[in-house]
């Protein structure tokens, strides 16, 4: 499995799996080898950063949204999560200013996250 094309496919299913199992460390491992075989895959990041959240490991999670958004830029569940995890920081002003960017910038294209995006930038604390 690991030599083939489909191998960084095949360890993050293998991790969501896990995840939704339940088992954090087991998953993570999928999601690591995943981006280790492709480094550039926003949505082994971001699914590596959800058990992060998960198990309140949030300057994991944040490096973790971070790398996924460095990757792909317009990948609106990272965005979410992002966002989320600065409001579980108590930083609002962070969560404000990473919605408001992604709508500025992609704002204008088709997304399935606009509508969540901009939900959730309407119920951020003033």
Known sequence: MTRTGLAA???RHLG???LDAGDMAKS???FTSAFKVRPNFPEAHHDLALIY???Q???KALAELQTSLQQRPDFGPAVLNLALVY???NDVPSA???LEAYLAQFGSRPSDYLGQIRDRL?????
């Open 9 to 11: 496919d095949a360890y």
């Open 16 to 18: 969501t799996l896990y």
């Open 28 to 30: 993570a491992e999928f």
């Open 53 to 55: 959240i998960r198990t």
């Open 57 to 59: 490991q949030l300057d």
């Open 87 to 89: 409001q579980m920081r």
């Open 96 to 98: 404000r200013k990473v």
């Open 122 to 126: 309407s119920k951020l604390p003033s």
